[in-house]
């Protein structure tokens, strides 16, 4: 048996991390109760920082709360912004000196866990997400080829000059 090389591009390593994070938001009103908390505009976007893999992304909350003694509501907004680093083992074998491509993907989109009203009107909450990263490199494969290959079978595919087709009826779609 003899072996070959092939140099490919495949994802070479991948990791996938778990995110809590506490903001807090200031209110114009102090409020009475949170009504909604909302995560949306999720975006995000991979890069290669050394030995690491870096994600920069936004998203932007809305948190709905009544004040007045639950007689009014509003909402208040806030976009923030994360950079997050990821230490993801790469195959031995890999090159990571040529076009690397990092593709990220959000595996838990971020959401509110937990809204606390504090004392002095602002809101405290939580806001949780899960990332996953594959950096595609080029890497080496070694395949098993045969050194033998089989040999061409010869094809017979004349028509016998006797053979006769049957008789067909012409007028079958009458």
């Given at each position: 048996?003899?072996?070959?090389?092939?140099?490919?591009?495949?994802?070479?390593?991948?990791?996938?991390?778990?995110?809590?994070?506490?903001?807090?938001?200031?209110?114009?009103?102090i409020p009475t109760t949170v009504l909604g908390c909302?995560?949306?505009?999720?975006?995000?976007?991979?890069?290669?920082?050394?030995?690491?893999?870096?994600?920069?992304?936004?998203?932007?909350?809305?948190?709905?709360?009544?004040?007045?003694?639950?007689?009014?509501?509003?909402?208040?907004?806030?976009?923030?912004?994360?950079?997050?680093?990821?230490?993801?083992?790469?195959?031995?074998?890999?090159?990571?000196?040529?076009?690397?491509?990092?593709?990220?993907?959000?595996?838990?989109?971020?959401?509110?866990?937990?809204?606390?009203?504090?004392?002095?009107?602002?809101?405290?909450?939580?806001?949780?997400?899960?990332?996953?990263?594959?950096?595609?490199?080029?890497?080496?494969?070694?395949?098993?080829?045969?050194?033998?290959?089989?040999?061409?079978?010869?094809?017979?595919?004349?028509?016998?000059?006797?053979?006769?087709?049957?008789?067909?009826?012409?007028?079958?779609?009458?």
């Amino acid at each position: 048996m003899a072996f070959k090389e092939i140099v490919t591009k495949a994802v070479v390593g991948k990791g996938k991390k778990y995110f809590k994070n506490k903001y807090s938001i200031n209110c114009e009103k102090i409020p009475t109760t949170v009504l909604g908390c909302w995560v949306i505009n999720h975006k995000f976007k991979g890069y290669k920082q050394g030995d690491n893999i870096g994600v920069d992304g936004s998203y932007d909350v809305n948190i709905w709360y009544s004040y007045d003694n639950d007689s009014k509501t509003t909402v208040v907004n806030k976009k923030i912004d994360y950079n997050d680093l990821f230490n993801v083992s790469v195959r031995d074998d890999a090159d990571l000196t040529s076009d690397t491509e990092i593709i990220v993907r959000c595996l838990k989109q971020p959401s509110c866990t937990n809204v606390l009203i504090k004392d002095d009107g602002s809101i405290d909450f939580d806001i949780e997400k899960e990332l996953g990263v594959e950096v595609v490199g080029e890497t080496k494969m070694k395949i098993q080829i045969e050194d033998n290959e089989e040999p061409w079978q010869d094809l017979n595919d004349e028509i016998k000059e006797n053979e006769q087709l049957e008789d067909i009826d012409e007028k079958y779609l009458d």
